[in-house]
Nanobody, 119 residues
């Protein structure tokens, strides 16, 4: 079942920017953290960044640090991923996920949004 909804993916050229958004498909409560993941063709899903419900960023993957930023809009119950200076290796399906405890699994997921970066 789809629990979160991602939007903003698309086809861009290297060096371009995209902003992804994530929002609940229905009302959700008491989330400890929200994260962005991606899965490239033929590769395993990896976590990119995590933000706590307080708005504190707690993790960034080294390969995207400095190019991507994660933010949270409490009023709109939305988490965004701003992606700048995109590279062909950023091509992947991007997923939003959330969890309710610090050590638990990410048990709320979106359907994913495709990001394709041409060289």
């Amino acid at each position: 079942q789809v629990q979160l909804v991602e939007s903003g993916g698309g086809f861009v050229q290297a060096g371009d920017s995209l902003k992804l958004s994530c929002a609940p498909s229905s009302r959700t409560f008491s989330m400890y953290a929200t994260a962005w993941f991606r899965q490239a063709p033929g590769k395993e899903r990896v976590i990119l960044a995590q933000i706590r419900s307080t708005g504190t960023t707690t993790y960034f993957l080294d390969s995207v640090k400095g190019r991507f930023t994660i933010s949270k809009d409490n009023a709109n119950n939305t988490v965004c991923l701003q992606m700048n200076s995109l590279k062909p290796e950023d091509t992947a399906v991007y997923y939003c996920a959330a969890k309710i405890t610090p050590v638990g699994s990410y048990n709320y997921w979106g359907q994913g949004t495709q990001v394709t970066v041409s060289s």
